[in-house]
């Protein structure tokens, strides 16, 4: 199966393309949709949706893996992130592809070995994880990497379990 | 000038098409986008893109007036009508509306004169302004008429200021 991360930010938004088969978890693309400040919120959402079809027809993943936004912090960030999670969302159902969202907490639980592990901690994990020879600079698109493979780990996991019952 | 006008919401998005020639005010159509509480979050902003989408192509509005979330009350259902508005900004984005945001307070000020107008009033006043012979028994669709024309009062007004300079 091929995993879309998306990491939905209100000016960066990561996403990150891992490839699994057979257990073994391959990196095959990340990088970061810029949503510039001079935009009107709906030129924001515009761009967003572009890009993120771009990608989707480019590398055509089966599976969108979204993080959920973090309501507990700034309101009005938490729903920005909440309006680029949608639109991430509506790509993935729009183009067949099933949709699976994760709190940050379970991501970092599931990458890191606990849920409040660091933003460089993510990236190191990511790293290794991944077998990178280098750590994936930007933390945006560390996360989305990391919301793929938890992703994956919990498809493995439960195979597993069905597999021995 | 053709305005589109939404009400997100989590269950039921109002809908309310007018146009405006002269600073007469005719009601060209509206209703409401029903989301079934038993789809997933994707299968429901699918749906809304579809259906606004839709409108969009059926009724060629050049303007979208959305309402705003008002976050100060349930934040996860605030949360759910962020999300409903971003896909109704997209689409107008999409197919090249100019897109206006309005909090619920200044729709009531300018369409009942006061900003906790009750929805009663809204219907009511809605009646009046677009000259129907029968209250719009929907609130949610009532209310998205009154968006659409708390839109064209505005620009009314701003035309008229401009005009007496």
């Known amino acids: 199966m091929r995993v879309l991360g998306i990491d939905p930010g209100t000016i960066n938004v990561g996403y990150g393309i891992v490839d699994e088969d057979d257990g073994e978890i391959v990196m095959v693309s990340y990088g970061v949709v810029k949503l510039s400040p001079k935009l009107s919120m709906e030129q924001k959402l515009h761009t967003l949706y572009q890009k993120i079809s771009e990608l989707v027809s480019l590398y055509t993943p089966t599976i969108a893996a979204i993080e959920e936004p973090f309501v507990a912090g700034n ?42 592990g660091s933003k460089e901690q993510v990236q190191e994990m990511v790293k290794i994880q991944l077998s990178l020879s280098e750590p994936v600079l930007s933390p945006d698109a560390a996360d989305a990497l990391a919301i793929a493979i938890c992703h994956i780990r919990r498809e493995c996991y439960n195979r597993i379990i069905a597999e021995s019952r």
């Open 75 to 116: 309101v009005k960030s938490a729903f920005a992130i909440g309006r680029a999670q949608a639109i991430a969302m509506l790509v993935a159902v729009n183009n067949g592809l099933a949709v699976f969202r994760y709190l940050p907490t379970e991501v970092k639980q599931q990458v890191t070995g606990y849920g409040n």
